[in-house]
């Protein structure tokens, strides 16, 4: 199973918003309403900001957000802050396994 | 709270094997498989894949199958990765995470695999 697409880079300005898209196929992201995205800082462990496409665990700042249309999830970081520069990865339930996409940078400039 | 808590860096010669452990506490462990995922330096994540703690089923993702095995001990709500014929490119850190909505995660076990 291949990896989900996602953009290398992004990055943006504090306050500025930033989407980075996760793109699969039909028998992933496009059938499965189970994405998750996950901000990781190198050496710690990976922290879900969404979850099931849109869903926010508590304590997550609501400047998050998750979508998805057809084989494309999106998430969303509004109002960017410094502490928000790490990896992101998106990862999709495909019937019997899951997929992890590439990983998106994001810098706060 | 959940929390699933992992057995320290092991440094392994290449042929060797190695056992990495993943405690969860805070549920019933029986209720959620346990997935495992690696992160190979430089590389992004990587589901190596997961075992149902109900019925210690597995199923391991493609590149993951014949030397990577799961197994557990429910007495003491433990997963357990092993990897055997260690060969340095199985250097990475490896993660365990509770596959419920969100996953819960552990903090990772760095394998090095170094002659």
């Known amino acids: 199973q291949s990896a989900l697409t996602q953009p290398p880079s992004a990055s943006g300005s504090p306050g500025q918003s930033v989407t980075i898209s996760c793109t699969g196929t039909s028998s992933d992201v496009g059938t499965y309403d189970f994405v998750s995205w996950y901000q990781h800082h190198p050496g710690k462990a990976p922290k879900v900001m969404i979850y099931e496409v849109t869903k926010r665990p508590s304590g997550v700042p609501d400047r998050f957000s998750g979508s998805k249309s057809g084989n494309t999830a999106s998430l969303t970081v509004s109002g960017l802050q410094a502490e928000d520069e790490a990896d992101y990865y998106c990862s999709s339930y495909a019937g019997?396994?899951?997929?992890?996409?590439?990983?998106?940078?994001?810098?706060?400039? | 709270q959940v929390q699933l808590v992992q057995s320290g860096s092991?440094?392994?010669?290449?042929?060797?094997?190695?056992?990495?452990?993943?405690?969860?506490?805070?549920?019933?462990?029986?209720?959620?498989?346990?997935?495992?995922?690696?992160?190979a330096p430089g590389q992004g994540l990587e589901w190596v894949g997961w075992i149902a703690?109900?019925?210690?089923?597995?199923?391991?993702?493609?590149?993951?199958?014949?030397r990577f095995v799961f197994s557990l001990d429910t007495s003491v709500s433990t997963a357990y990765l092993q990897i055997t014929s260690l060969k340095p490119e199985d250097t990475a850190v490896y993660y365990c995470a509770r596959d419920s909505s969100?996953?819960?995660?552990?903090q990772g076990t760095l394998i090095t695999v170094s002659s």
Not at chain 1, 96 to 109: C, D, E, I, Q, W
Not at chain 2, 102 to 106: F, M, Q, R, S
């Open chain 1, 96 to 109: 019997s396994n899951y997929v992890f996409g590439s990983g998106t940078k994001v810098t706060v400039l």
């Open chain 2, 10 to 39: 092991e440094l392994k010669t290449p042929g060797a094997s190695v056992k990495v452990s993943c405690k969860a506490s805070g549920y019933t462990f029986t209720s959620y498989a346990i997935n495992w995922v690696r992160q």
């Open chain 2, 102 to 106: 969100a996953w819960v995660w552990g």
């Open chain 2, 53 to 66: 703690t109900n019925t210690g089923n597995p199923a391991y993702a493609q590149d993951f199958t014949g």
